[in-house]
Structure formats: C-alpha cells, structure tokens
C-alpha cells in the first residue's frame, strides 16, 4: 500500500502526515507514506486545496486533516 501525503509542507500536511502514520501503526498494517511537495506533481492529482490524502494513487481526501481514525477507515477501503 502506498499512501501520499500532498503538500507544500504547512503545518496541516505536517498533521496529515503524522496522523497517516499513526493510522497504519494502529492497524498494524505496511506501508510506504510519501510526501508529494512540487506543486507540479500536487496539480497531477488535480487538487486545488492541500493538504490531501492519496492511497494507492486514489485521491481520498482534500482541503483537511484526517485524524487517525478517519484515515483507518480509508485504509479497509
């Protein structure tokens, strides 16, 4: 599974991120978390609000923070 974190780096991707990686220790699952921060690579997902959630090249969210738990019902998805 990969699960990426779109973001130029503001406090809210550094949230996501954090919250990404606490969702996947909870579920006890592997994956490979990526920070996508050229604007460039952000505008190929064709999202406008950041930060955003990607998981298997899905967009799945946009414009928040997800908490962990959130984010964990995303990945049973």
Do not use: F, H, W
């Amino acid at each position: 599974m990969t699960i990426k974190i779109l973001g130029t780096g503001c406090p809210k991707c550094k949230k996501l991120e954090a919250n990404a990686r606490k969702a996947v220790e909870q579920a006890g699952m592997s994956a490979q978390i990526e920070k996508v921060t050229g604007v460039n690579d952000i505008m190929k997902y064709n999202v406008m609000m950041t930060p955003a959630l990607v998981i298997d090249e899905q967009v799945k969210a946009t414009g928040k923070v997800l908490t962990p738990e959130q984010i964990s019902k995303l990945l049973g998805s």
